[in-house]
C-alpha cells in the first residue's frame, strides 16, 4: 500500500482522513499567498499543525473551511511572530524605528572572554612596568588637556612631559607585545623649508609662530582643533 493511498484512507478523528488534513493546509498555504517571512513548506507546516490540534480539541466536528481557516491564522501569526523579531512592521513591511538599535547589539562582533583576561592581566602588569614619573604624567593627561597644563600640576616642563609620554608609550608596546618584538614605528615625514611634517607646502600654509623661530601650518592647526574638538563632545 503507498503513502498516498495510506493518507486518502487512515482516519484521525471527527471523519477527516489524513489526506484531507494535508489538503487544507496546502490550500491555507497557498491562500495566504508568497510570505517573504516563510517559505511554502513552512506555512504548510504551521497550517498543519493548528488544523490537526484544532481537530483534537473540539467535540463538534469542525467543516474543512474551518480547517483552512485556522490553518490561515496559523501563517499569520508565523509570519507576525517573524516580522516582530526582525524589527519590522506587520502592516507596512517596513523596518521598525528599532531595528538598527537591535540589530546592531545581537550581529555586532563581540570579544570573547579570553581578550577580556588578557585585558585585566595585562594592564597591571604593563603599569608596572612604568617609572613614577611616566605614571604620574599618564595620570595627569586623565584630568588635563594639554601638556602644558600637566607639567604645570607636576612642577617639570613640558619637555619634560612629552619625554616621559613618548617613554612610557614605548614601555606599553613592548611589554604588550612581549616576548615577541613590537612592530617598527612608520617612519613620520620631518619638517623642511618647504613642508610642514604633513606635506603641507609652507608657503601657502605656513606662518611664523610668536617665538619667531619657527613656524607652523594652518592646515594642520586646523585639524588639531577639530579633533580636540570633537573629543570634547
Known sequence: MTTTSVASIATLVHGFTL???????????????????????????????????LLYSQDEPPTYF???NVGKLAIQRAINDE??????????????????KYWASVVAPREGFADRL????????????????????????????????????????????????????ARFIAAWFAPESPPAPRARRTTSDDECSAGHSRGEHGFRRADGR??????????AQRRYRARGR
Open 19 to 53: 489526506a484531507q488534513i494535508n489538503e487544507a493546509a496546502w490550500a491555507a498555504a497557498r491562500m495566504k499567498g508568497k510570505a517573504q517571512v516563510l517559505d511554502p513548506r513552512d506555512s504548510y507546516d504551521n497550517a498543519w499543525h493548528a488544523i490537526v490540534e
Open 118 to 169: 588578557i585585558d585585566r592581566l595585562a594592564i597591571p602588569h604593563i603599569l608596572g612596568s612604568l617609572t613614577e614619573l611616566e605614571y604620574e604624567v599618564l595620570g595627569a593627561t586623565i584630568h588635563h588637556d594639554t601638556q602644558r597644563d600637566i607639567a604645570a600640576t607636576l612642577g617639570i616642563s613640558r619637555e619634560s612631559v612629552q619625554k616621559n609620554i613618548a617613554s612610557a608609550r
Open 66 to 68: 474551518d480547517l483552512v
Open 83 to 100: 516580522y516582530h523579531h526582525g524589527g519590522i512592521d506587520n502592516k507596512t513591511g517596513l523596518a521598525g524605528p528599532n531595528i538598527g
Open 214 to 223: 619657527r613656524w607652523g601650518c594652518r592646515v594642520c592647526q586646523r585639524n
